[in-house]
């Protein structure tokens, strides 16, 4: 791709009208009196939940003396809290107040607003395409600025079996992206914890198996095939999560490609995958490797009541 690409030109004109529409020119953002990086710290800070001052620094990419005067500003004008971590009393965490939430409260009200008046000016297609490209593309930009490649594979390996911190990562890949995207809590993150604890421990047996992307030693990605835990010679397909810089860039593919070729050697009557309706891209994926929706049901096994899934592939018999 070159600079003279009539692709970059478009994408760097429809960028520019965003950032003026949304209104990144001003001095203000959303209908407060808090310039963008405020508001954009409000908003990290009541979807992840409490957070450190150098938490905040590396998500924001910005300079560490700049976030440490836009937090003290805001513990002094009430939005913010400054508290010690229940598990370290000399790390400080900083979350909302009762003010803070009504403020993002407020921000989130008009940001609904502009997206729904935005996505009423489109058909149901060209609402779901610019949603699926806005994810690619600010992933594409997070793993720039990380400095790690979407189309650079190479740098990533997928390793078999158990990884020293596995348990740990995963779950945090896990409670990270649901919290954020789905609002799941503390209830999910300690079910995923526990599961992998006890898989973990199974491991050596040979109807089980883990496969890790590993980028500079960091796991950026996991699947596993439980072949234990279901009946009828079925196996059971857990913990398939990407990091956020990985989404889009194939690394998911060539995850589920290693679980399916070792459900199809071992010879399994069938794959079971539970789920739940709102993660579409993921769905796109399993039904391109063959599964199918069997059951869907209202339920809360994650926590919280949704419209649960169970998904089912057939094993292709090796000859």
């Not at 970059?8 to 004109?13: A, F, K, Q, S």
């Not at 940001?111 to 699926?132: F, P, T, W, Y």
């Not at 198996?209 to 835990?229: F, K, M, P, T, Y």
């Amino acid at each position: 791709m070159t600079a003279e690409s009539p692709l970059v030109e478009e994408i760097r004109t429809s960028s520019r009208l965003m950032v003026r529409e949304l209104g990144f020119m001003h001095h203000t953002l959303a209908a407060t009196a808090y310039s963008p990086s405020v508001v954009h710290t409000l908003l990290e800070v009541e979807t992840r939940g409490a957070m450190t001052a150098a938490q905040l620094v590396q998500l924001l990419g910005l300079e560490k003396s700049s976030v440490s005067r836009m937090l003290a500003k805001l513990v002094n004008l009430g939005e913010l809290e400054v508290m010690p971590s229940a598990e370290d009393a000399r790390t400080k965490q900083l979350s909302l107040t009762a003010q803070g939430r009504e403020t993002v409260r407020k921000i989130n009200q008009y940001g609904n607003e502009r997206v729904i008046a935005a996505l009423d000016k489109m058909d149901i297609c060209q609402q779901h395409l610019v949603s699926q490209g806005l994810r690619c593309y600010a992933s594409a930009l997070k793993a720039c600025r990380d400095n790690a490649s979407l189309n650079a594979q190479s740098s990533i390996k997928i390793v078999s079996g158990y990884q020293p911190g596995m348990i740990g990562r995963i779950t945090e890949m896990h409670g990270s992206y649901y919290a954020r995207e789905h609002n799941f809590g503390c209830f999910f993150e300690s079910k995923v914890a526990a599961g992998l604890a006890d898989f973990s421990g199974r491991l050596d047996k040979a109807c089980n198996q883990i496969w890790l992307a590993v980028q500079n030693g960091r796991i950026v990605g996991s699947v596993a095939i439980d072949g234990e835990d279901l009946e009828n010679n079925e196996a059971h397909l857990r913990w398939f999560i990407l990091d956020d810089g990985c989404r889009g860039s194939g690394m998911g593919r060539k995850l589920m490609a290693e679980a399916m070729n070792f459900c199809d050697e071992r010879q399994f009557s069938a794959v079971q995958l539970w789920t739940f309706n709102k993660l579409t891209a993921a769905r796109r994926l399993y039904e391109s490797f063959g599964f199918t929706l069997t059951k869907e049901w209202q339920g809360d096994q994650w926590g919280s009541l949704m419209t649960e899934q169970q998904f089912t592939r057939s094993i292709r018999r090796v000859s």
